[in-house]
């Protein structure tokens, strides 16, 4: 965990980004978001499957964890969490989003950061339709406005 020092006290930001199936949308956020936040966060990889969290880590986050106790374990630390819609809907990403791992994320208390994304057996109305490159990009400036706020700053 990376602490700042801001006015006297300890300040830790952690950062959560779950993903399933290859982890190429977790992927994405990760790079955006360790190129802008560098030291100023720690971003953690949190993975359905062994592939996702393995291509998070590799995008640029400081260590990751794979499955359904090793993100219920993990969400307990962090301060924001971000990834796709599914992550809150049991059954999502072909079955990969379990039951447990639905309820953990959406009921952990810290702020969730949800990009929608097309879920087979979901509709979410009244969103506009975008490319996937631009919503991830929004949801990265989102989640670093956050992080400076958790910050103080």
């Known amino acids: 965990m990376i602490l700042i020092f801001e006015g006297g006290k300890v300040m830790n930001v952690v950062i959560a980004i779950v993903d399933g199936m290859g982890g190429g949308l977790g992927a994405q956020l990760v790079t955006l978001l ?10 953690i990889a949190l ?5 996702a969290t393995n291509n998070m880590v590799r ?4 260590r990751g964890a794979t499955g359904e106790n090793a993100i219920a374990v993990s969400l307990a630390h962090a301060d924001l969490v971000a990834g796709p ?3 809150v809907i049991p059954n999502a990403m072909m079955g990969e989003i379990t039951p447990k791992i639905a309820t953990t994320v959406a009921s952990c208390g810290a702020r969730k950061v949800l990009l929608p994304v097309a879920q087979s057996h979901f509709e979410i109305i009244g969103l506009e339709s975008r490319p996937l ?3 991830i990009k929004e949801a990265a400036a989102r989640v670093v ?3 400076g706020e958790r910050r103080g700053g």
Do not use: D, F, H, M
């Open 34 to 43: 360790a190129s802008q936040l560098g030291a100023k966060a720690e971003i």
């Open 133 to 135: 490159g631009v919503v």
């Open 85 to 87: 819609i599914g992550i």
């Open 145 to 147: 406005e956050l992080a």
């Open 47 to 51: 993975g359905t499957n062994a592939l």
């Open 59 to 62: 995008s640029g986050a400081a």
